[in-house]
Structures are given as structure tokens and as C-alpha cells.
């Protein structure tokens, strides 16, 4: 019987991260979810079932490395970590909070997907989590485009540089997370609403749908370099 494969998805505790999570350990993974808040992490391992947990801050690189140091050699890394400033109109964008976000995401990304590089099987799988801000042109999302867009950018040089280690990324579009949380119920029925019209689909997505995809590049090993919408077709028009 085959060796139980290693997980770790960073950003694990809710929404996509903790989705993932969820279907890496239904499929047969060891998995262990990192993220900075240790209560939000002990909440998502009781939602999930059974998974080790790490506190880490992904722009620490010594958090990281112990991390990685603590287990065996690893299979799949998810890299799901958010950045949530440097939304506005560019005129009056604050450039800082641009910064910040750079570093919360594009930069904490490459970060843990450099030390996991050195701690994982020769086909092991990295998957970056990006945004459909990207490559869509949407207003106030100046700041968005230019962190998800970085880290797009990378995904072929990475998926070169790293092989026979595979490197992909999902774009997803607008997913049903706690990330939405901050907007009171009423209005973020009607943000839904709006956006879900402007969908071939029809609505927007779940954070099962995304770790779906997740699944599939961790798992099919003839996929590498390559960047998956996961947006219910808003780029398409």
C-alpha cells in the first residue's frame, strides 16, 4: 500500500485554504495547515477533521523553515495566503498600502514556495493562489492586479527553475469566503447578485470548486507552468 501522500496549505484556516485542506485529507493526504492565528487554526482542524497544525507567519522565513523542517520530505504544498490592502482608485491610492500588500502576498508566497522547494519529493507539486484580478480590468483594483499579477507572472520561470518539481497557480474569481465577511449581510447578497449576473454561470463560486482544481494540479503530473481560472467565466467577456 502506498505511502499516504504530505500536505501543507498555508493559509489554511478558512475559506479556499481550509477547503483544500478538507479535500486533501478526503483524497488520502497527510495534511498540516499553517497560518498566524493559532485559535482560527485549532477552529478550522475541529471543522476539518484530521490535520496537524503550525503557527507561522508566511513572511517569516525562520517560521517557515521550521515548519517545513518538522516533517518529512513534503508532496504538496498550497500556497493560499491573502493580502488586504491597496484597494482604491488610483488617484487616490494610498502606494503604501500597495506595498504592504506586495508583501503579505506576492512576496510571502515566493517566500515559502523558496523554502519548500528544498524540502520536497523531486515530483512534488507548488500551487500558488493568485486572483482574477490579474487579467481583469475592474475598478479600484489597481492595487489587486498588481500583487496577483506578479505573482502570475512567476508561475512559468518558477515551474523552469524548480522542475521536476511542478508549479502552477489558480486564478479564482468571486468566491463565497469569509474574506466578504466585513460587508453587512444585505449588501453583500446584493454585491453577490450583481456580480453573479455578469457570470456565463450564472452565480458566484464555492470554496469547494477551487480546491477541486487545487486537487487536480497536485495530483496530475503532466501539468506545470500553467495558471487556472477558476472564475465561473468572468474572463472570457
Known amino acids: 500500500m502506498d505511502e499516504p501522500k504530505i500536505a501543507v496549505v498555508f493559509g489554511g484556516s478558512l475559506g479556499i485554504g481550509e477547503a483544500t485542506a478538507r479535500l486533501l485529507l478526503e483524497t488520502g493526504s497527510r495534511v498540516t495547515i499553517v497560518g498566524r492565528d493559532a485559535t482560527r487554526l485549532a477552529a478550522a482542524a475541529a471543522r476539518i477533521g484530521e490535520v496537524e497544525t503550525a503557527v507561522a507567519d508566511a513572511r517569516d522565513v525562520d517560521a517557515v523553515s521550521r515548519v517545513f523542517e518538522a516533517m518529512n520530505a513534503v508532496d504538496t504544498v498550497v500556497i493560499c495566503v491573502a493580502g488586504s490592502t491597496g484597494i482604491g482608485l488610483f488617484r487616490d491610492l ?81 468566491i463565497d469566503t469569509p474574506l466578504w465577511d466585513f460587508m453587512p449581510t444585505e449588501a453583500r447578497e446584493a454585491f453577490y447578485s450583481s456580480n453573479a449576473a455578469k457570470l456565463p454561470v450564472g452565480r458566484i463560486g464555492r470554496p469547494d470548486e477551487v480546491a477541486e482544481v487545487i486537487a487536480l494540479l497536485a495530483k496530475c503530473e503532466f501539468i506545470t507552468g500553467s495558471i487556472y481560472a477558476v472564475d465561473g467565466g468572468s474572463s472570457v467577456g
Open 94 to 174: 494610498n502606494l503604501d498600502e500597495v506595498r504592504a500588500a506586495f508583501e503579505q502576498k506576492t512576496l510571502a508566497q515566493l517566500l515559502v514556495a523558496q523554502v519548500a522547494a528544498r524540502h520536497m519529493r523531486p515530483n512534488g507539486s507548488i500551487t500558488f493562489v493568485s486572483a482574477g484580478s490579474a487579467r481583469s480590468a475592474i475598478r479600484s483594483a489597481v492595487g489587486p492586479a498588481v500583487v496577483n499579477g506578479a505573482i502570475e507572472a512567476a508561475i512559468p520561470t518558477l515551474a523552469l527553475e524548480l522542475a521536476p518539481i511542478r508549479v502552477n497557480a489558480v486564478s479564482p474569481g468571486l
